[in-house]
């Protein structure tokens, strides 16, 4: 499968899925799998899903300026770069971010083993 179709297929539905049900991401992850989330290491499902689940606001919309992808590993693994904006519900502003995925194949399907997430500040 097109590694760039495979990324822009993950990122559509990770983004989106965050957008309208964070709880829903938990499929996404593994035990194994990690989260840098500015900084602070998470590692486990249920253990992301519950950080990202409790960030300070309710409602937000990623729009997603970039998608760069590139073959990782022997074992079909993909990183995954996305740099957008994300706009906070009654905030004028939109926050820049960037977010690395490191996508393992799991017989055929991917999982996220690594997710490092920073706001980009001017």
Excluded: W
Aim: proline content about 3%; hydrophobic content about 40%; some cysteine.
């Amino acid at each position: 499968m097109d590694p760039d179709a495979v990324a822009k297929a993950f990122v559509e539905h990770y983004y989106t899925t965050f957008d309208s049900n964070r709880a829903g991401l938990v499929s996404l992850y593994q035990e194994g799998s990690m989260l840098t989330f500015e900084g602070q290491k998470i590692q486990g499902s249920q253990n992301i899903v519950a950080k990202l689940t409790s960030l300070p606001f309710q409602q937000c919309k990623h729009n997603i300026t970039t998608v760069d992808c590139q073959p990782s590993g022997p074992a079909n693994g993909m990183l995954v770069f996305v740099s957008g904006n994300l706009q906070l519900a009654g905030e004028q502003h939109a926050l820049k971010f960037s977010q690395m995925f490191h996508l393992v194949s799991n017989q055929g399907n991917y999982y996220v083993f690594n997710d490092i997430f920073r706001l980009n500040y001017a």
